[in-house]
């Protein structure tokens, strides 16, 4: 079975301890860092062995951005913290994973949480923890290797949009990528149910019912991912605050615009859920009606000839009475019994025909769904 | 089977690039520009070839209508977007269709998307983009062919309200005449859930139970491009915008009436998809019993005839003891145990009337249902 | 089948008509025109033939009450249009039955449109447009005929509280009036309901699926036109407008009441029908149970039976070998059968009432049922 | 039965009648009035014949409650009107029973109207109407006795807080007091359901589904009182009015509260009739399984077992050819047949075994949900 | 069975009585008190005796955390509620437990009710009340022991926050200490849920129905509570109030979203509950069927072969007639016989594996299920 264990809501916090304390399993690799920045004109891009680099690259460049990949380790966190003046309850969140999307205003930064899908994988997410600052754009990643390599690449093609904008565009930018892995990763889901649909609608098993359950109980999750997407994007939309210029704004609606269309697949896509196991139980019942129909017509016309070579298989001595089984000896009296059972025979099979029970109606039915479909 | 692939979510822009890029596939027909132009005197209508043809319009009239019609070429498309100032998130709504109902104010024009149905085909809608300049509307459709040529006879006629408005009755126009396109096409769902309803009522089929699937699954996209419709003609009956002039507002308000009234309707099939789902179910769940009681009638009554009959079938010989079998050679022995079944079968015969399970208060029942219906 | 058709919308316009278009189908009878013009002291009653006359009637009385029935005759119609400067979009509602309940404030008119249902006629309902000027009530109705005679009897009598108000007081009157015909209405339903519900608990038929479906079916409509009232009734008692005095508004909170009564009952009403179907499909299940039960118990207890006779009815010869059936030449061989089937018989009847399947442990469960309802 | 017919909304005006008509039916018993009047230092009480009393009382003490018990004598119900110059709207609530828990501010009262369930009846509510003014609380009971007699008693003590406090202090105990009557009344829905859980799991008969629907059904009408009390209270602590003193704000608050908790109580009963309805449909069908697995286990052991002794029970002639039954002749023939029916009965058995649907598979069963449980 | 009677609303007040009256039921044990008092630079933690011991660390601390563990001593309860100048409403929610999570301003504390589970015990929960004054915190719990040690020992060493902050801080720490709580109790559902799911997807048993349905039951209360909290964090991080300083704000907006994903997770719960129920249905369903296959493969594979063995164990004379049953006498009769038999066993077998109900198609089935998952 591959589904999740239900039973782990990934809070890991030693409890008690004051909020926004961070625990970091020490075994974890260490952490790799890389930082980009551009001016419209350049930019430089390496990996950072000590966090003093950064500090210079934030007074040269209007927008640096520092990626961080893997959670580990807690000296150079708290160097972090100290040198951006992060918010503790801001860093508590970036290390206990996973956390809602959301977004909050700090003093200094504006504090952005998200999930990114790992494609292929229904049940595995990653967080990705973004500080927006005046100059730069901080990301956590829990793992390395990411969906953000083309806005890296549009960084060095010096993609003019983004190379002239600010650290809020490339948020933006970073966030719809985000978003945007959404879709082939619900369209997966989609091919998936299309597939059970066929399934069902031929030859339901035992495996689909099974496999429904796990579409439909892996969507879930998604949902409240989403549904607090969209109150992200509505409060970055919306909201003044300093860190995010009014021009930005459009396109922040446009995800908005985008996470709606998310909502409305996997809304579509439950709905599916749920029609499609109505479909299976009722394919079951109807499967039920077939195999319940054979036995009763088999029995039915059986047991009554059973009955009558029952009859003539008793043993009453003809010889103690004229009454005592005639039919015995009888001239016609086997070709009569016979007869008697086809005639009962034909009469039963007159009256299932007249309900519809009979093989040729349950074809036609077949026949007619595979025209009118 | 006719229902679309769940799997695409239609998403077509490549991921990675930035936000207001449009992707254009090479090989769509080249797209023809239809442009009508007017004021309360006069019209004018053709083809151009030449964007350029356009700006002289615009000068002279004051509505201008430039209808384009495909997606595919790259080239004019930035033509277009540099001639009117269009906003590059909208031209990337333009093409990547379908986007849900919308409406956005940019700078220079409102930027309104809608979706029309295609009349007899159930799954397939065609996306227009409108936007709603000073002395403009542009709209973009993804092939040629639509429901707006009622509109064009009003301009040619010197239809006096259309000639005399502003480009903002135009919008209202084209969009009314879109939700109008909408009763027709749900009405032909409510005409195949009426046949429905009938055969489910009579006698269900298979075939009923995925055409009713098919039914519910495809009403649900249609549902959230009508929520989206109405959130579209509430901003666009309040919201305060230099592009739609005050008594354009009570036109406006009346197309959100009608937006209720298609959401209404849905609401009103869905309920009846779900109804009829719970009918067949019931439906099937009774014809079961119907098998069962013939079933259980016929068994329980030849049953126990069929034990009396094996009883004197048995081979115990009478001639070595006097309580062997002694019926057998009784007088009246084989009339005796004929009458011993006649009487064990009234008795069960009996007993089901007292249940009411044979045929004849099974009968009544549909009477009943006949007369009351 | 008394359901009616889902296919049609009633949308009877021709479709790309500018909106505000009017349609009236020239079979309808000619209207006929009731005035009715009172003030406190004194009142005039008439069936006016021509539409000047209602001119003079305005200036002489404070209230003056126009009821036309019928809406075809498209000349007078547009009289009245121009005389009382009446909104396009608004009379198109008039003529384009039914519309939703919904109140539109115009620049001379505040403009109501209700729908008032048919006492008996499940499915027929009938919509009066109100248009409430300074000093007249204008109303049009489909047909002759409406539940609005106790208010012009009141008219008559002279009832002080009527006379001595305006034309709001009037328009209060009749939606008061047309509410209260709601809750016969509505009785009738749960009378049909509480009908249904005996009957379910007694003996279910096929025929009372169909009847639960079908008022299932039709409540929906009648939901949606009483949320709509619930919208019309909080925007009268809350909007400002210089149509309806400051002291009215009790009288539509009032209004507004009566309508949450109204949906209340009918949210009741939805409710035990999806709780009635629910005990449909139970009482299914429990009638398939108990006929599988006799099956069960006839066929397990005489299968047995049947193969001991079965075994004795063997013909093998008892002189080959004195293995050979030496129970058939048994001094008490068949005595010996007999008993052996009895037990066997005792055994199982036994273990069937153990497990409270014979008749016995069903008979109490009813008598059970009887005592404790 | 007992439950309530369905089709009575107790709507019992006169239709057409104008708005605060109110309706007596002029057998029910002649009304008494009770009045109690008090300040810090004493109080006085009486039942009173002639309504010119009240006048008396009202100028002498800080709080005079007026309560009439039934609402039968018209002319002393006009008088009452004077007097404190009632809303005719009002007074139509008071008299036309029942209605939502509602609260009106009028110009010289509020007006709330309230449902007291009766305990140990299901079905029986009786509507307390109460007029707050600024020195009096006038209530209208539908018949003698009620549940406030502790507040009576509170009175004659001289209970600190109640006797200093004004007319507010004293409706937030009466509405407070009415209030506490529903949490025993709910218990007792509480106490049913248990009982109804603990017969569903242990062996569901016909009588639970059918107390199982009457108490889903019961829960409605309930639920639509709370949520009007809900409202009630909102607005009671919320709204500006010169009725209530800002201090009885929090005891106003909460009475919310406790409506929420009586709210919580009910959706948790609703939740769980539907759960127990899930329960018992699958209580059912775990039944019709078992008796179906009985079925299947004889039938399928004794019909081949019973074929095997239909075979040596043919008639061939072993004389006619040496392959005519030889078998019959054997020597071993009945230990043969005898042992090769045992082997197939075996070979069933162990079928049936590994399938799990033996008794003994069974048993542990129940015996798992007992330990575990 | 471990379900909680749902007979109670444990409303113990004494009905009648004023609002704001506590009944506390002798027999519980005396509560025992626990003081602490810090500043940045010290703590004092003791065990008081007399209530009057408290004043002087009111006086010498800026945060003195007073602890009652039980609820007994009515007097010292009435002392309490003097010296801190508590609102008898919320001396009442004290005592009469249990409250739901609810924030109240009075005039000198802020009031809040919150609820801790106790782990291990499904449907054991302790309030916890909680009074939060300019210097001061007051916890009110109904028995000794607790989930607060860890903040206790954070104050003992001394840790700087917590040090340093006011009784706000504190009043948070205890609040997210009792919230985190949840996630290990939730977790323990989570965990059974995914046990309950693995045995349904193999082999579901009545137990496993029955603790579906406790499950269920149990989650919804606990709903309930869970979004009371949601309503006191939004409010406590909202609301402009004295007792809470505005850097605290971030803090409680943490809790909130703590909230939010406790209720995400409890809707995944549910939903999967129901989910769960649909998978216990279809598995009951298909398990029938499976039942019913059997019975109906051999029954009809059986039934006709019986009645050939029937038709030749009939007692017609071949000496009466040559039609008189001359297969009996047939060098091959027997051989005849038997092979007619296999013929149409072999028949029945072919057309049910034509059908896939053979245990050559339900293997795969199963097969492909475990490949598939």
Not at 9 to 20: C, I, L, Q, Y
Not at 24 to 32: A, N
Not at 67 to 73: C, H, I, P, R, W
Not at 148 to 176: C, E, F, Q, S
Request: proline share 6%; charged share 20%.
């Amino acid at each position: 079975m591959h589904l999740p264990h239900l039973g782990h809501s990934h809070r890991k916090v030693v409890p008690g301890t004051a909020a926004g304390t961070f625990v970091i399993d020490p075994e974890t690799p260490k952490p790799t860092i890389q930082l980009m920045a551009y001016n419209p004109d350049t930019y430089e891009e390496l990996e950072i062995e000590s966090l003093d680099q950064i500090q210079d690259y934030l007074g040269r460049f209007p927008v640096t951005w520092v990626n961080v990949n893997g959670l580990s380790d807690s000296e150079s966190f708290t160097t972090f913290g100290n040198m951006f003046n992060l918010h503790p309850l801001a860093m508590e969140d970036v290390v206990n994973v996973p956390q809602r999307p959301k977004v909050e205003e700090f003093q200094d930064q504006l504090f952005i949480v998200s999930q990114m899908p790992t494609l292929g994988h229904e049940h595995l997410k990653e967080q990705l923890s973004l500080f927006l600052g005046k100059n730069y754009v901080l990301t956590f990643q829990e793992r390395p290797g990411d969906c953000l390599d083309p806005i890296r690449a549009r960084v060095r093609k010096g993609g003019p949009r983004l190379r002239n904008a600010g650290p809020d565009y490339l948020t933006h930018a970073i966030l719809d990528r985000i978003l945007d892995t959404y879709f082939p990763y619900l369209d997966e889901y989609g091919e998936q149910l299309s597939a059970l649909e066929e399934r069902l609608f031929r030859n339901p098993t035992k495996a689909d019912l099974h496999r429904l359950h796990q579409l439909k109980r892996s969507l879930e999750p998604l949902r409240y991912i989403l549904l607090s997407y969209r109150d992200v994007f509505i409060s970055l939309s919306r909201d003044e605050t300093p860190f995010v210029t009014e021009t930005i704004h459009f396109y922040l609606r446009d995800c908005y615009d985008h996470t709606l269309q998310l909502i409305d697949l996997l809304a579509n896509y439950r709905e599916t859920c749920s029609s499609l196991m109505d479909l299976y139980l009722s394919s079951v019942s109807n499967k039920m009606n077939e195999v319940m129909k054979v036995l009763t017509i088999t029995a039915t016309i059986f047991i009554p000839l059973t009955f009558i070579a029952g009859i003539y298989g008793m043993n009453f001595d003809p010889g103690a009475s004229r009454f005592n089984m005639p039919e015995l000896g009888w001239y016609w009296g086997y070709p009569f019994a016979l007869t008697l059972m086809v005639i009962v025979a034909l009469v039963m099979i007159f009256f299932f025909r007249s309900r519809g029970w009979l093989g040729g109606s349950v074809g036609p039915d077949d026949d007619d769904a595979d025209k009118e479909e």
